[in-house]
């Protein structure tokens, strides 16, 4: 089991940038995928993005690739998602999520949830 924390949401303007960070418990942090899912209001939880156990391997959802970037550190047992060029579109709850698979996009393969972080993308 991994308990993990989001921060580094907020509210930034269309064009903008935010860095969000998910923190993990526990000593196999590194065994875990490590992914990030979004979910907006009325909508299904959406994957956006999946890094390996090393951070060897990243795979990203068509609407996000080239303007996020999903990375970890885990001597910190932290992952981040870098975004930029933000849209108003990209408005949503952001979870981090670890996986006992090396990637996957599939919520149901995820073990473990944070409790979310709110941006919101003003146009």
């Known amino acids: 089991q991994v308990q993990l924390v989001e921060s580094g949401g907020g509210l930034v303007q269309a064009g903008g940038s935010l860095r969000l960070s998910c923190a993990a418990s526990?000593?196999?942090?590194?065994?875990?995928?490590m992914g990030w899912f979004r979910q907006a209001p009325g909508k299904e939880r959406q994957f956006v993005a999946v890094?390996?156990?090393?951070?060897?391997?990243?795979y990203y959802t068509d609407s996000v690739k080239g303007r996020f970037t999903i990375s970890r550190d885990n001597a910190k047992n932290t992952v981040y998602l870098q975004m930029n060029s933000l849209k108003p579109e990209d408005t949503a709850v952001y979870y981090c999520a670890a996986t006992r698979y090396s990637s996957a996009v599939v919520p149901t393969l995820y073990d473990n949830w944070g409790q979310g972080t709110q941006v919101t993308v003003s146009s």
């Open positions: 526990g000593r196999t942090f590194s065994s875990y995928g």
């Open positions: 890094i390996s156990w090393s951070g060897g391997s990243t």
